[in-house]
């Protein structure tokens, strides 16, 4: 109840800064959206389902995208996190890789893929590929040996092994690189999207800019952040909370 | 197991006759009596698990070998209990981790029913300390891992699972996670675990080691009623003489770095035993006389040498 309050005063307050701005005319509209106007721009772009399209496009690619991301990012980082070679290798090259914004590939993908969704999903896996793995390599090696042991001494092996034993028993030191991965993945394909007619939330955000419409930004802005705090929320807050009942594990946030 | 130590009454340790009991059955000449008679001429093929000049040495990180294990040869009958005791340091879980195929020995070979091993197998299931069970899985889940492993039908998996944490009296706890439940009531579903795989030979590391002496009384008439329901061969690794002297049917006695075999104790006391029982203790305090020596020398060469007398290859405890 008490945090309901705080959150309460704290938006409540942001709000009331931002229709008084809007009342002082300080800047005109297209500068400056009114609340009302934002309003009105999210309605008729549900209204006319224009949102509810590139929410959906949006949302394909990104699942795409990150389920790729998280399957080589998985290959990648046991093979990282098991052969020394591959560690002292490619573990130093994925780490500097990580200061790269992902977009920098959004010229090779278009020579490579043309200018087509796959370059799009090209973008979007090199922007979550890497925390994936780097996540994978490390809950590799944070897991307790003895759980590989014990699935060994059961009589798993190979791949049962992987997906019996390794895979359930890493899971609670990998969730929040994936989370991580997640979040780069929806960056990267806003990114993407904001630079080719795409019909995704990007391009719906960038016809916004085009028409001089502040408003529609805003909205498209408020959807971006909107899902992204949904998916983190149900999703990977929902994975957490499973794991840690399971575990007996408190929280760590 | 050796053959009805149940109905023999109550000398420690019980001679096979009079004869060689005056030819001076004591502990530390132990080999004179039954069980021991009946051990001795155990060959390595022979025998359920048997250990031929196994030796296990490997590089410290400063890069210097270290022998772990030293020629050790040891066997082990059908349904025989036997607890392997030494000082911290002397390779003891390292031997068993061996015996499960977990690692390889550096030469020497271990052998089940005369044949070589050469990897884990169902056939020996391991109870490890602490933190050996899946806390992603419930407690049923965890029963059923082996036999899913082994691929047996659904069915079977589920009766088994229940037949056996009824045998460690968790019959209610299937549907429960593993934080759930105390330390003694995990070792029990570990137990269950390791029974419902039905392997031959059950290898124990210091599996109540981390209990309270009252869960460890309980879980060592546990262990004692279920050896004796199920037959199957244990060996039972522990630094508590005391609990082998309770346990076992032959206590083996391993030196420090590097562990040989020191000496075995057959050990013929009426079951149940009791773990204050007089000639329990008094059992074990002729091996810990023994033992003694073992610890100070493992204790000087932490003083002094500054080694850690703790290692174990790759994460063993």
Redesign the interface.
């Known amino acids: 109840m008490k945090r309901a309050i705080r959150y309460l005063i704290f938006y409540g307050g942001l709000f009331t800064v931002w229709v008084v701005l809007a009342q002082l005319k300080i800047w005109p509209p297209y500068l400056f959206p009114t609340p009302w106007g934002v309003a009105e721009a999210l309605y008729g772009g549900f209204a006319d389902h224009t949102y509810f399209i590139a929410i959906r496009v949006s949302m394909g690619r990104v699942l795409v995208g990150y389920g790729i991301s998280v399957l080589l990012g998985m290959v990648l980082g046991l093979g990282v996190a098991s052969n020394k070679f591959l560690e002292e290798t490619m573990g130093g090259l994925l780490v500097s890789l990580q200061s790269l914004p992902s977009i920098c590939w959004w010229p090779l993908a278009l020579l490579w893929f043309g200018l087509s969704q796959n370059a799009i999903l090209f973008v979007v896996v090199m922007g979550s590929l890497l925390s994936v793995t780097l996540a994978m390599e490390d809950g590799r090696k944070q897991m307790?040996?003895?759980?590989g042991?014990?699935g060994?001494?059961?009589?798993?092996?190979g791949f049962?092994l992987f997906w019996?034993?390794l895979l359930?028993?890493s899971?609670p030191f990998i969730v929040t690189g994936l989370k991580q991965g997640w979040a780069f993945a929806w960056r990267s394909l806003i990114s993407a999207e904001m630079l080719y007619l795409s019909l995704g939330l990007g391009q719906v955000l960038m016809i916004g800019r085009d028409l001089n419409d502040m408003s529609a930004v805003i909205a498209v802005m408020l959807l971006i952040i909107a899902i992204g705090y949904v998916v983190d929320g149900v999703v990977f807050r929902g994975m957490e909370r499973h794991?840690h009942?399971?575990?007996?594990l408190t929280p760590a946030s | 197991m050796s053959a009805n130590a149940h109905d023999v009454p109550s000398r420690f340790p019980i001679p096979v006759d009079s004869a060689l009991a005056k030819a001076g059955a004591s502990i530390r000449g132990g080999r004179r009596g039954r069980a021991s008679l009946e051990w001795r001429g155990v060959s390595p093929e022979a025998a359920k698990v048997g250990l031929a000049e196994i030796s296990l040495s490997y590089r410290t990180g400063a890069g210097e070998h270290l022998l772990a294990l030293d020629r050790i040869n040891l066997q082990v009958r059908t349904g025989e209990f036997v607890c392997i005791v030494g000082p911290s340091g002397c390779g003891k879980s390292t031997l068993l981790?061996l015996i499960?195929g977990?690692h390889q020995p550096s030469s020497g070979q271990v052998l089940l029913d005369g044949k070589p091993v050469d990897g884990?197998?169902?056939d020996?299931?391991?109870i490890?300390q602490e933190?050996?069970?899946?806390?992603?899985?419930t407690v049923g889940q965890n029963v059923e891992?082996?036999m899913?492993?082994?691929g047996v039908a659904k069915a079977e998996r589920e009766e088994r699972t229940r037949y056996y944490l009824r045998l460690v009296h968790l019959g209610k706890f299937e549907r429960s996670?593993?934080?759930?439940l105390s330390g003694g009531m995990r070792q029990r579903v570990a137990l269950a675990?390791a029974l419902a795989?039905e392997p031959d030979v059950l290898l124990m590391d210091e599996p109540f080691a981390a209990l309270d002496a009252q869960t460890r009384d309980l879980l060592h008439d546990e262990l004692e009623r279920i050896w004796n329901e199920t037959g199957r061969t244990i060996i039972f690794v522990t630094h508590n003489v005391r609990e082998a002297v309770r346990l076992g049917n032959r206590v083996v006695l391993l030196t420090f770095r590097p562990g040989r075999v020191k000496n075995e104790f057959p050990v013929d006391l009426p079951r149940p035993r009791r773990l204050e029982d007089p000639l329990v203790t008094r059992a074990a305090g002729e091996i810990l006389e023994e033992l003694r020596s073992e610890i100070n020398r493992s204790l000087e060469a932490e003083y002094a040498e500054g080694v850690k007398p703790h290692i174990e290859p790759?994460?063993g405890?």
């Open positions: 307790p040996k003895i759980f042991m014990a060994r001494n059961l009589g798993a092996r049962k019996y034993v359930p028993a899971l794991l009942n399971k575990w007996g | 981790h499960a977990l884990p197998g169902p020996r299931i391991m490890f933190h050996g069970l899946f806390p992603w899985l891992f082996g899913k492993m082994q996670y593993i934080h759930q675990r795989a790759r994460g405890a």
